[in-house]
């Protein structure tokens, strides 16, 4: 696809449940990024994966949180027993990674907001 | 906290006025990027600055960056309504493809 895509953009559940929310990357792109950001916050980094190497999950913020992606493509967050505070926003991005950087930049997806209730 | 601090939190002013916006980091980097976001959904990047980079422009955006006090900031000139949105500043470090975030400034530009 041209963007970024992120599914479903909005996701109601009740606490305990768990929640998948999937990202669609840039065909191409060898770096996949999910951050979450709460109501009137910045992102918080949770994952990262890049190509073949192993994923760096240092952001999850509990063993609740897990993530997989599939070669360079597809990727899902995975919440189980979600919690009230799990609810925000949570961002996909993309990138084509280049080692000096020069014109590296992060494509990010419209977003999947989740409201646990 | 990894998140890097964007001051002023929030902005208001007139359109015509230059809007500045600062950020700060906590760890060498490779590169400063920043992004606007709309309505709290996804983010466009804006631009780049390198690592051994001081000062660069875009169209109306001039960034600086001073390594030395883990810094920059982001210039707006002749600002428009269509500007308003939240900026935020990411950076990444030496050894990892992981990009931090600022809290970000939310910008207001009354017409």
């Known amino acids: 696809g041209a963007g970024v895509s992120q599914s479903p953009s909005n996701k109601v559940t009740e606490k305990g449940k768990d929640v998948e929310l999937r990202c669609d990357p840039i065909?191409?792109?060898?770096?996949l990024y999910w951050y979450r950001q709460r109501l009137g916050q910045g992102l918080e980094f949770l994952i990262y994966?890049?190509?073949?190497?192993?994923?760096?999950k240092s952001g999850l913020p509990s063993d609740r949180f897990s993530a997989e992606r599939t070669g360079e493509s597809v990727s899902t967050l995975t919440i189980q027993r979600t919690q009230q505070e799990d609810s925000a926003v949570y961002l996909c991005?993309?990138?084509?990674?280049?080692?000096?950087?020069?014109?590296?930049?992060?494509?990010f997806g419209s977003g999947t907001q989740l409201s646990v209730l | 906290s990894q998140q890097g601090e964007e001051d002023p939190q929030a902005l208001s002013i007139q359109e015509g006025e230059n809007a500045t916006m600062n950020c700060s980091y906590k760890t060498s980097i490779n590169n400063l990027q920043w992004y606007r976001q709309n309505s709290g959904r996804g983010l466009v990047h804006l631009i780049l600055i390198r690592s051994n980079e001081r000062e660069k422009h875009s169209g109306r955006l001039r960034v600086t960056l001073d390594t030395s006090k883990k810094s920059s900031s982001l210039l707006i000139t002749a600002s428009r309504a269509a500007d308003t949105a939240s900026y935020f500043c990411a950076t990444r470090s030496p050894g990892t493809y992981k990009y931090i975030f600022g809290t970000g400034t939310r910008l207001k530009v009354l017409a």
């Open positions: 994966f890049q190509g073949n190497s192993a994923p760096d």
């Open positions: 991005a993309s990138s084509l990674v280049m080692d000096d950087a020069t014109n590296e930049k992060l494509f």
């Open positions: 065909s191409g792109h060898t770096a």
